[in-house]
């Protein structure tokens, strides 16, 4: 019987979802649901000096806005530290590991020897093998892992192939510190074995703790889980992902007017391949995603590619109802008030005129605005400059002319405007600009004769008599 699939990501609360962790939550979720199996959240929460306040509703924030649903409730590993004492004791009892009474002083030492010899600067192992009786008074010990030193410690990767570590290169690393707690590597690998997880997917960074902690799972007793280590994300010039190249927090993406269904699209491309399919629905990644479509090398992040996925999946995937659920809290603080339901239908109505020229939720948010304003209307400076005093003629004709019409729908206005253009002798453009203006402060905008519509025959007369001449 084949084995339940079981990934984890274990995040470290120390600030906010960072996009690279985002993405590696996307990879366990992916392959989870692939397999139809479990998708795990464990928060790193060990090392409490370097807590971060608010952190860890960050992550949960972070992960519920890109939809990535854990299974269970999430594990804190502080919660778990009298189990991973049990195991350090364990591997005591066994021979397997030893206390080490050096003092901060020797370490500092030690790493300065070995500097000046060019040595690794790991630990020695001056305790590895000596008599605890000569430990010296007043000095509380660590507790080390006694470290295979001769041989090789094979990681077969499901992404890197087979990563090979000498042993010497690695030193007997600490499983609890001189207060008695627990170390990080140390807990990493009871709570995988505890918590079932039979791949383990995360950041290459990770790869020499992978040797470290395969030396201690087999040093327990334990099978290895299967391992996938994911090439880093870099800037667009190559250099590792800093703030100045986008490695913000997902919720500052969600501010920046990002969908959810357009980052994790493009997160999922960002080092994984199916093909030469770009715009990857959430059904088809789950049906597609495996290990052998993650590349080897770094990605590259590029924000006009994520803009331009982005504003597709405004155009063509995400409903009209969402993206007005989205919108009005942008465009209600904007207002400095409420939408009244009349006004949602109508953005709801108007939504697929304004979709096609926005890239992300806030241009889409603000285009809209000029629907709600009140009189008088602030007006960019290209849209100033549309009304000069021949304009202004213009609008005053065309406000007289609608003011005769009884029926006001699109056709007829349209019907209207082309035949006033007609008989003046003046382009259509010349006259479809002044009213654009008037109508929405800007220069850009949907069709006029759908924004006489939705604005309605007196408002639309207003605001063009407040431009007339």
């Given at each position: 019987m084949t084995k339940k699939v079981i990934t984890r990501f274990a995040p470290s609360p120390t600030g906010f979802l960072h996009i690279g962790g985002a993405r590696t939550a996307l990879f366990n979720w992916l392959f989870a649901k692939h397999h139809n199996g479990e998708f795990l959240l464990r928060i790193e929460d060990t090392d409490r000096k370097r807590l971060t306040e608010g952190a860890v509703e960050a992550i949960y924030d972070g992960m519920s806005w890109l939809g990535l649903?854990?299974?269970g409730d999430a594990v804190s590993q502080y919660a778990n530290r009298a189990r991973h004492i049990d195991v350090a004791n364990e591997l005591l009892a066994q021979g397997k590991a030893?206390?080490?009474y050096c003092s901060p002083e020797e370490l500092k030492e030690m790493r300065e020897v070995a500097r000046t010899e060019g040595r690794p600067m790991g630990y020695d192992g001056r305790w590895r093998d000596r008599d605890p009786a000569d430990a010296p008074d007043g000095v509380k010990p660590v507790v080390r892992f006694k470290s295979p030193n001769e041989g090789e410690t094979i990681i077969k990767d499901q992404v890197q192939g087979d990563v090979v570590v000498a042993n010497k290169q690695l030193d007997d690393m600490i499983l609890l510190r001189a207060d008695g707690s627990p170390t990080y590597m140390l807990s990493v690998v009871v709570d995988d074995y505890d918590m079932g997880v039979t791949h383990v997917i995360r950041g290459d960074d990770h790869l020499t703790n992978a040797a470290r902690q395969a030396q201690l799972i087999l040093a327990i007793g334990w099978n290895l889980p299967v391992y996938a280590h994911i090439p880093l994300i870099h800037g667009p010039d190559g250099a590792k992902l800093s703030k100045r190249h986008g490695a913000l927090g997902v919720e500052a993406y969600r501010d920046l007017g990002y969908l959810p269904s357009a980052l994790k699209?493009?997160?999922l491309r960002l080092g994984w391949a199916h093909g030469d399919d770009e715009t990857i629905s959430e059904q088809q990644a789950i049906e597609w995603f495996g290990l052998d479509g993650i590349g080897k090398s770094p990605s590259r992040f590029d924000f006009t590619k994520l803009e331009n996925l982005n504003g597709y999946y405004i155009r063509e995937v995400e409903s009209n109802e969402n993206l007005v659920k989205i919108c009005?809290?942008?465009?209600?603080?904007?207002?400095?008030?409420s939408l009244t339901e009349d006004e949602v239908s109508l953005l709801l109505v108007a939504m697929d005129e304004f979709k096609p020229r926005a890239k992300n939720i806030n241009e889409l948010a603000e285009s809209t605005l000029f629907l709600f304003a009140t009189r008088p209307l602030n007006f960019?400076?290209?849209a100033e400059k549309i009304l000069k005093d021949d304009a202004r003629k213009i609008l005053t004709d065309v406000a007289d002319l609608l003011s005769?019409?009884?029926?006001?729908d699109e056709q007829t206005l349209e019907d209207e405007i082309k035949s006033f253009s007609e008989?003046?002798?003046i382009k259509l453009g010349k006259i479809a600009q002044p009213i654009r203006a008037s109508l929405t402060g800007n220069n850009v905008s949907p069709g006029i004769f759908d924004i006489l519509v939705w604005l309605g025959k007196e408002e639309s007369l207003a605001r063009i008599n407040d431009q007339a001449s």
């Open positions: 649903t854990h299974n030893y206390h080490c699209n493009y997160l009005c809290p942008i465009i209600e603080k904007s207002l400095d008030r960019v400076p290209k005769n019409n009884s029926a006001w008989d003046k002798g």
